[in-house]
Every structure is written in C-alpha cells, then in structure tokens.
C-alpha cells in the first residue's frame, strides 16, 4: 500500500514539474515575443519621427539659405503637423516683412531685387524684353507733412494699385 502511495505521489510530481517546466517555457516565448513587438513598434514610431523631422531640418535649411517661397507638407493632426502649419505661418510673415514696406504693405527694394534677378535669369535665353518702371514721388513729403503719413501712404497705396490695374488690363 505505501509503495503505490509513493508511486502516485512521483507520478504527480513529475506532472507537476512538467507543468511547471512548460509553464516558463510558454511564458519565456511570451515575454520574448512581446519584446520583439515592443522593439518593432519603438522602431516604427522612431522612423516615423525621424522623417518628420527630417523634413522640418530641410525647410530650416532652406530659409537660411535664403529661399522663402515654399511650404512644408506635413500632413495629419499631431504635434509635427501643428509644427508645420506654425512654420509655414513663420515663413509667411517673413517674407512679408522682407519683401513688402511695413507701412504701406507694397513691395520694397528687396521685392524689385529678387524679382529683377529671377527674371533676368527667366529671360536670360529668350528674346522677351524686361521694362523696369521707376516712378519719384517728389512730392509726397509735401502730404506727408500737410496731411499726414498716412494720408501720403494712403496715396502711394492708390498708385500702385491703379498702376497695377493699369499694367494688368494690358
């Protein structure tokens, strides 16, 4: 009776660390694959920033070279896309304030230089003439003082505009 007693008893313990030894087994192939997929997503996500920005570093590299006439395209509702819309909002009001006078809003001495190189270098193989018109506002110190500086730039914006119009329609 006792030796089939202690027969019962090795045959549960043997089941018990087979059980037990498949048990950590399965756990262990658990753990691992949870850490590959962990390691995949960390990877994933990596790549997904780096090339965002990656993007932002070539945009920045750019306006320092001195080109502000593009956007940056970075679609989707996280914090790179807000980046984005940020810098293209940057970029416009830069090329506002170089290109434009901050009183009147028309175009300055920078806006005649880059557009007059862009285009001399447009037309450099073509037979198309390129006009440049100057127009002295020698007068306009004399509204300025009677009337004001914003009355003076009230008439150098209805200039331009009626010149604009005027070049246009033709």
Known sequence: YQSSYYSI??????RISNIRNQTIYLLLITFLIIIALIILIIFDISKYINKRLQKM?????????????????IKGSDEF????????KMLN??????????????PNLNFLESNLSESLEK???KKEK???FTLVTDNLTLINSNYGYQKGN????EVY???NKSLADD
Request: aromatic fraction near 8%; avoid cysteine.
């Open 154 to 157: 009230r008439v150098l914006k």
């Open 9 to 14: 008893v090795d045959q549960l313990l043997n």
């Open 123 to 125: 037309n450099k193989n």
């Open 81 to 88: 896309s807000s980046l984005a819309v940020g810098f293209n």
């Open 93 to 106: 009001k830069i090329n506002t304030l170089t290109y434009n006078d901050p009183l009147t809003g028309l």
């Open 161 to 163: 505009q009626r010149l």
């Open 130 to 132: 390129i006009y440049l």
């Open 57 to 73: 570093v070539s945009a920045f590299k750019k306006v320092e070279k001195g080109q502000l006439n593009f956007k940056v395209n």
